[in-house]
């Protein structure tokens, strides 16, 4: 379909369990070592990541890693086991906390952080331990290890010349999606504004190599291949002062990701929400993170810190969601 075959497999998706290996109460809570709660937040959504948690908990990196130093897999995999298998109500995330600077230079262990930028930078230093030792592979083969293999869907964005009507699709991985949340109301409608056609003309205006000179065009950007984890910041920074946009948006339990595909026909893609992140405070740049997760015993927990209290799921989607994650 225009998208280049990986020569090589580096995780294959079949060993991938998206349900709970075994089930049981929710671990421990985390410590706050200072303005931490944006990276306790994320820490906890992926620990309650099943498919995540389960590979981690298998212990099936470290056995085969030969990395010298830093290894964000090897520190996840002794964070995720010490939350889920130690009796202790409060864990210190000391390692993630240690090696900051080797997940995003950015970042300063007493200074305040945004959860958004730390997911993505988590991903990232997760994939670049993934990748380790292989660095002469094509990008296609790149883009299968566990980490895209669980988070990672393709998007297509098709671009066609109003004048000739040429059309040029290209494909682009992603671990997790950013949505506008100026105008809609709700998850459903950002994602169908996400899939609208856009106009470009003016300064946006492309080169057609057909007519050989700017056009104006339309672009529209379709999900092309779906990921098993569906991750999702509503953006709520309204520009760059910092200022919030502090609506309630809406979102459902369940989301079929169907509509906004490439090819809208066939089955529903249906996914279930099993965590999502609140940002509480006037504007971006202040303020405090916590959030709920779904532990393996099906249960909602609110996650602040080191509590960890039991919830039900009409709190859970009551809130000012800033970042949702959903299970296939």
Not at 9 to 16: A, H, M, S
Not at 25 to 51: D, E, F, H, K, M
Not at 85 to 94: D, G, L, Q, T
Not at 123 to 131: F, V
Request: aromatic content about 10%; glycine content about 6%.
């Amino acid at each position: 379909e225009g998208m280049a075959l990986p020569q090589r497999i580096l995780f294959p998706p079949e060993e991938i369990c998206m349900d709970w290996q075994q089930r049981q109460r929710p671990g421990a809570g985390l410590c706050n070592l200072g303005s931490t709660c944006y990276i306790n937040v994320i820490l906890q959504c992926l620990t309650y990541t099943p498919p995540l948690a389960n590979y981690l908990l298998s212990r099936d990196h470290s056995q085969l890693c030969h990395q010298q130093g830093f290894c964000m897999m090897c520190i996840m995999e002794a964070h995720v086991r010490k939350v889920l298998r130690s009796s202790a109500n409060v864990i210190w995330p000391r390692a993630v906390v240690r090696d900051l600077k080797f997940i995003g230079e950015e970042f300063e262990p007493d200074m305040a952080g945004d959860a958004y930028e730390f997911l993505r930078c988590a991903l990232e230093a997760m994939q670049r331990a993934c990748l380790s030792g292989s660095s002469d592979l094509d990008i296609s083969s790149q883009e299968t290890t566990i980490i895209h293999q669980i988070f990672g869907g393709f998007l297509k964005c098709r671009v066609t010349c109003l004048r000739c009507q040429r059309v040029s699709d290209s494909y682009k991985a992603f671990l997790h999606v950013l949505l506008d949340i100026k105008a809609p109301s709700s998850l459903t409608t950002a994602l169908e504004d996400f899939v609208t056609p856009k106009n470009l003309d003016g300064k946006y205006c492309l080169k057609c190599s057909k007519c050989e000179k700017k056009v104006t065009a339309s672009k529209r950007v379709t999900v092309h291949r779906v990921p098993k984890v569906f991750t999702v910041c509503l953006e709520r920074a309204a520009d760059h002062t910092g200022k919030k946009i502090s609506k309630i948006v809406e979102y459902p339990e369940y989301l079929d990701l169907r509509p906004y595909m490439s090819d809208t026909a066939g089955e529903p893609l249906l996914y279930s929400l099993y965590a999502l992140v609140v940002h509480s405070g006037d504007t971006c740049l202040d303020g405090h993170f916590f959030c709920y997760t779904k532990a393996s015993n099906g249960q909602w927990y609110k996650m602040d810190d080191e509590s960890v209290d039991n919830c039900g799921i009409h709190t859970v989607l009551r809130q000012q969601a800033y970042l949702l994650f959903y299970a296939r």
